[in-house]
């Protein structure tokens, strides 16, 4: 199964795709490539060739910003909007690059969260209260597995089918932490369950938080990067494309498309693990199907196309929940958010992207999105 | 096809552990059992009726409505105004209906219409459209907890009935109302014009169109239906189970397993989906509750994995 995807037919493109750039990158600015003909390292070639302005200008802004903005807005909305960026890039990179829409991204968070308030420390009585050093690596395991489940049984059927198991599943599991008392506390769910101080270190503190948020999902974003260029990735969006043609080439499409949840599940887990240290605690309505659907509209939101959607449509969603409650009453925010989410599916499939994408069409010079777009049959 | 030796295992794999449950729980407590049957039968029928609807727009138009909890909801609401104001239950029942697909027509001719064929962009509308519609109810009957009064005619128990000794007389005629609702989805596909056409769609749209006739107006009328079977089903489930936000994703969610256990857009389907559904819910609930989800999920899983078009499924 795992030969088929390194096969000789995939290998050219990557590579070929990243020799072609220098044409585009550096020649589309107006500059001289210094690297073209030296024996620099590759890594230099490689980033004097991808970066560009804004690459530089928004990780100065992100690693400036929590020195700037207030504990509150560094805590509650940027970390935030981070974690919840990360779990949505698990699935915008399911649905945007192996076509399969997942419900339960969030419950496979959920579930990470829920190992870490089982197995760790917590203000409940039952919890096993283990090092976090074992716990933490458990958890991930667990949110791995079960994606990895998820993912078996719902790519036995296809497409809109997807969407339907993986809810059922979503829903499940919401009821099944409601209804146990014995292993997932029911309603009450668990309280207090805090990150560890680690290097003396208290990772509670907005600073630190932050920065721990920010560095996994900085490291999912690159992860993704560049695992949509492997020969993995590129058999993945073969498989979204035109699933049958894939499989007379030889490619197992069942074994990319469970592999491709396995780590959607990685994602998701290790936001899931940051989210329960973010909120404190972890309860049903944490993985009820309000954020199952959250979850999809912050990735629809931004945009599927490319991995910043994910994190752009958090910042919008997240903004949105902080700061519309001052403008409206707080008990419409879902209508406000259904609008939303409404609104960009009928006008704008792409999201914030697409309108983007659009608007430079109008305006700018005529550049397309990276990541290639899928036709609706 | 399986041949008969692999008939026989799944018939005693599944059949196995049923029988030897339900000899113990005889036994044990025969009435527990037998009123626990009643319980997931009449369940099943409400999950039929809600749930018939869902699998029809599927079958005909491949359009996942995941408002159709919602719509559940609002012909619940409905029709516990309109029994509150009128202070009769038929015509709330006629107004659940009413309401529901005319929401549904509204949806259908609004807004899915403009983007046939697009799927997935059809699905995620609806979803926008459940959060929409749940915060507007919820807005509007704000969180309370309403329960609707029986018929004067089906209020109290029946008496009299050996070992079970009394019933919920509403709870009975629940399963009047699923076998009813059954016989008339049979009679309008099997019997009726609007029928044939809504099966030929199911099998092949493009050629239902080709042969001259009008699939818009046949795709109106099927969502209509089937947003009104589940506003009907509201205002029966109003009785049983209450109304109250959540109660609209608890159906979705019965919905969503009735049809892909049953087989996506198969009537008989959902008929036999509701019944495992109801049987697995309802007996894990009396005889394992913290563990009852986890029988239902089990169910999904075991079907999933031996059929994954579901039981009546046909390959698409």
Redesign the interface.
């Known amino acids: 199964m795992g030969t088929g995807l390194t096969a000789a037919v995939v290998r050219p493109l990557p590579l070929a795709a990243v020799r072609a750039a220098p044409a585009g990158a550096g020649a589309g600015l107006g500059m001289v490539d210094p690297y073209a003909n030296s024996n620099a390292p590759r890594w230099l070639k490689f980033l004097w060739r991808t970066l560009a302005a804004r690459h530089v200008f928004v990780l100065a802004f992100v690693l400036l910003l929590p020195f700037v903005a207030s504990p509150f807005f560094t805590y509650q909305v940027a970390a935030q909007s981070l974690i919840f960026g990360l779990i949505a890039l698990s699935l915008s990179f399911l649905a945007g690059y192996g076509g399969m ?1 997942s419900l339960a991204q969030m419950s496979v968070a959920g579930m990470a969260g829920y190992a870490v308030a089982v197995l760790g420390v917590s203000g409940t009585a039952s919890s096993l209260g283990w090092h976090w050093g074992i716990v933490v690596p458990l958890a991930l395991l667990i949110a791995v597995v079960c994606s990895t489940l998820i993912g078996w ?1 719902s790519v ?2 296809d ?3 997807t ?3 993986t ?3 979503g ?2 599991f919401y ?2 932490v409601l ?4 292993v997932f506390n029911g309603f009450q769910g668990f309280q207090k369950v805090y990150p560890p101080i680690v290097l003396g270190i208290d990772w509670r503190a907005p600073l630190p938080f932050y920065f721990l948020c920010l560095f996994w999902s900085m490291t999912g974003y690159f992860f993704i990067q560049w695992l949509v260029r492997t020969p993995f990735g590129i058999a993945l969006q073969g498989t979204r494309d035109n699933a049958r043609r894939m499989n007379a080439l030889g490619f197992n499409v069942t074994a990319t498309r469970v592999l491709a949840y396995a780590v959607s599940g990685l994602l998701a887990g290790v936001g899931g693990v940051l989210l329960v240290w973010y909120n404190g605690l972890i309860s049903p309505g944490s993985v ?2 309000g954020w199952l ?1 959250n979850v ?1 509209v912050i990735a ?1 939101l931004g945009g599927m196309k490319h991995p910043i959607g994910a994190f752009l449509g958090a910042i919008v969603f997240i903004l949105l929940q902080t700061f519309a409650i001052d403008l409206i009453d707080r ?2 925010f ?2 406000v ?3 939303v ?2 609104a960009i ?2 006008f704008s ?1 792409d999201g914030l992207l697409g309108l983007w994408a659009k608007l430079r069409m109008r305006f700018g010079p005529s550049q397309v999105l990276t990541s290639t777009p899928r036709r ?2 | 096809m399986m041949t008969r030796g692999e008939r026989l295992a799944t018939v005693l794999l599944v059949g196995g552990p049923i029988a030897v449950f339900s000899v113990w729980a005889l036994v044990d407590n025969t009435r527990l059992y037998l009123v626990t049957m009643l319980n997931s039968l009449t369940l099943a029928s409400l999950y039929f009726i809600v749930a018939s609807g869902f699998t029809l727009v599927f079958g005909l138009m491949r359009n996942v409505n995941l408002a159709h909890g919602s719509l559940y909801l609002l012909g619940g609401y409905v029709g516990y105004v309109v029994a509150r104001e009128t202070g009769w239950w038929i015509i709330a029942l006629a107004a659940g209906f009413l309401a529901a697909a005319i929401a549904g027509l509204l949806i259908q001719v609004l807004i899915l219409k403009r983007m046939q064929g697009q799927d997935l962009r059809q699905t995620m509308v609806t979803i926008g459209l459940s959060i929409v519609i749940a915060d507007v109810l919820l807005w509007i009957f704000t969180g309370q907890v309403y329960q609707m009064e029986a018929p004067e005619l089906l209020q109290g128990p029946i008496r009299g009935i050996p070992i079970i000794k009394a019933y919920s007389a509403y709870r009975l005629s629940l399963l009047g109302f699923g076998i009813a609702i059954g016989i008339f989805l049979w009679w309008l596909l099997n019997r009726t014009r609007v029928g044939t056409m809504i099966r030929a769609g199911v099998d092949d749209r493009a050629m239902l169109a080709a042969a001259g006739v009008n699939v818009n107006l046949v795709f109106a009328v099927t969502f209509m239906l089937g947003a009104g079977l589940a506003g009907f089903g509201g205002v029966i489930g109003a009785v049983e189970l209450s109304m109250v936000p959540g109660e609209d994703t608890r159906l979705l969610l019965a919905s969503l397993i009735v049809v892909i256990v049953g087989g996506m857009g198969s009537v008989p389907g959902a008929a036999i989906g509701a019944a495992i559904l109801g049987l697995a819910e309802t007996y894990g609930l009396a005889y394992a509750p913290t563990y009852s989800v986890v029988f239902t999920f089990v169910i999904l899983i075991v079907v999933l994995a031996f059929r994954p078009r579901g039981i009546m499924g046909r390959p698409a």
Do not use: D, K, S
């Open positions: 829409v049984l036995r059927t497409g809109i089918y969407i339907m198991i809810l059922a599943i829903v499940a009821y099944l209804q146990n008392y014995t009820g199907t659907i999809l629809v008990e419409r879902n209508l958010i259904g609008g989410f409404l599916v009928l499939p609706q049959p």
